[in-house]
Nanobody
Framework: QVQVAESGGGSVQVGGSLRLSCGFSGYTYPHKCLAWFRQEIGREREGVAARSTRTGRNYYAASVKGRFTISQDAQNTVLLELNSLQPDDTAMYYC???????????????????WGQGTQVTVSS
């Protein structure tokens, strides 16, 4: 079985920063795409950032380009740095992993099979 777990969420004021971490284990086949999604209550889950292990390229949604950074600091760990946070960034953030490389600026949740339980990010003014 594959286990995915996020951490690092919390409450921060407008303009603040947070660093989210995602650890995954039990993944037998080589991972190809490491991604972060976010979801507000009553809205669809949206892709935020992704990293292709095949090419080393990073991808970002237009709404977070220049503010968020995705990276990998270990074989089984992916990070997401959130800077210049805005109230619209408030959401539950999820880590997703898949063996198929579907990494792109536009991500689809249906392409990812393994998910964490989420970590809450709240931005207040």
């Amino acid at each position: 079985q594959v286990q995915v777990a996020e951490s690092g969420g919390g409450s921060v004021q407008v303009g603040g920063s947070l660093r989210l971490s995602c650890g995954f284990s039990g993944y037998t086949y080589p991972h190809k795409c490491l991604a972060w999604f976010r979801q507000e209550i009553g809205r669809e889950r949206e892709g935020v950032a992704a990293r292709s292990t095949r090419t080393g390229r990073n991808y970002y949604a237009a709404s977070v380009k220049g503010r968020f950074t995705i990276s990998q600091d270990a074989q089984n760990t992916v990070l997401l740095e959130l800077n210049s946070l805005q109230p619209d960034d408030t959401a539950m953030y999820y880590c997703a992993v898949d063996s198929s490389d579907k990494c792109a600026d536009t991500l689809y949740s249906r392409d990812f099979h393994y998910w964490g339980q989420g970590t809450q990010v709240t931005v207040s003014s």
